[in-house]
């Protein structure tokens, strides 16, 4: 009795820990399969590098309804690999209406769409309409410099990792020294300040057209003489005088961003479209563009200032009625693709030079904006 009632007992005791490690064992395994559950929901959110990049194959998207600007601005972001990474670390926002309103989440999800979409476009209604809930009117033709200025503002805005905005900033900011110079005293004042892109004019002050990118750059930092209405005051004389007014660079971006300035207003009170024949080149060096007055940068910085062009928005029409496209080199084939809303097909290099433009044809495709890419970055 006795002996049986302790083999019974000692036969127990490794049953219930065996029975405990088990549960413990599946409880673990459970939290494992849960945890690479969101590990692989989270993956295919996250592991974007870019359209054609992932699957060799460039991917158009609907037009939704004079949505052309909007589509080429997008796809020159999201075939932007090093734009890409940053995106794919964004924080997911936590309730349904926050996601619906965030614009980073929705392009995450437009690029997720594109990528794993067997057509050869998909419709952006979802990322339209989250912009129309932050006062970005659907439907309208929308000027392709200011659309993108909204379009990263509200990237900024929404991001909320503070080591995002910054990368996200390294990879789009200009920074600029202005000089200004009293004409009658000594007074001089520098300020700093960071734009978005380089607003290239394409007239000089005369009137007379410019004749390439280069020229264009060069004038652009060009000292001006601000006299009559555009005098400022000097602190040192008390009153407004003629000052001296100049740029300097300081930090180029990993893109940098270029617009020229094709639409103005010229003798007469009605916008136009400058459509004159303006060539840009594949590769830029400001070293060579710049003379040594035009930038304030150590020789650190000014070694990075070689750039590869990347992508060309265009414009045709007239700047009553028109149409956008986008010109974007793939940044692992090296191949230039045009993408024209759902139509998209490889092209050359001669294709995108057709985009340098010709007098006396407004309707004519002409680059507005031009995406550079740093070849050595830091």
């Known amino acids: 009795m006795g002996q049986r009632s302790g083999r019974q007992e000692g036969s127990k005791e490794p049953e219930v820990a065996l029975s405990e490690t088990m549960e413990a064992e599946m409880e673990v395994q459970n939290n494992e399969e849960e945890i690479e559950e969101v590990k692989a929901k989270n993956q295919k959110l996250t592991s974007v590098f870019g359209v054609a990049d992932l699957k060799n194959e460039a991917v158009g998207l609907y037009n939704l309804g004079q949505t052309c600007c909007l589509n080429s601005l997008l796809q020159v972001f999201l075939m932007n690999i090093r734009f ?13 209406t926050q996601r619906r309103n965030n614009v980073p989440y929705q392009m995450l999800l437009l690029l997720e769409k594109m990528q794993c979409d067997k057509r050869k476009a998909v419709h952006p209604t979802d990322l339209a309409y989250c912009l129309s809930e932050h006062r970005m009117k659907l439907f309208v033709q929308y000027d392709a410099a200011q659309l993108f200025l909204t379009l990263w503002n509200l990237l900024k805005k929404q991001m909320k990792k503070p080591e995002l905005v910054e990368e996200l900033s390294d ?39 410019l004749k390439t990118l280069e020229e264009c750059l060069q004038y652009f930092f060009l000292p001006e003489e601000l006299t009559g209405q555009n005098m400022c005051f000097c602190q040192q004389c008390g009153r407004k005088t003629p000052f001296l007014q100049s740029m300097k660079l300081v930090h180029l971006p990993q893109t940098l961003t270029l617009h020229l300035k094709r639409f103005c207003f010229e003798r007469s009170s009605h916008m136009h479209k400058l459509s004159h024949s303006l060539p840009f080149p594949q590769e830029l060096d400001f070293r060579e563009v710049l003379t040594e007055n035009q930038w304030q940068a150590d020789d650190s910085e000014k070694a990075t200032w070689q750039y590869e062009l990347f992508a060309v928005v265009a414009h045709s029409g007239s700047t009553s009625c028109g ?55 830091q």
């Open 323 to 377: 149409h956008y496209c986008a010109y974007i080199r793939s940044l692992t084939e090296c191949k230039w693709y045009c993408f024209n809303d759902s139509e998209v097909c490889q092209v050359s290099w001669d294709d995108v030079k057709c985009t340098y433009g010709r007098s006396n044809l407004n309707w004519r495709e002409t680059a507005y904006l031009l995406f550079y890419m740093k070849k050595h970055p």
């Open 84 to 96: 890409t990474r940053i995106l794919r670390r964004i924080t997911v926002p936590s309730s349904p």
């Open 171 to 209: 990879l789009y900011m200009i920074c600029i020294q202005e000089h200004l110079a009293c004409q009658k005293c000594s007074f001089q004042k520098k300020i700093n300040s960071t734009m978005l892109t380089l607003p290239l004019p394409v007239l000089d002050a005369n009137s007379h057209r």
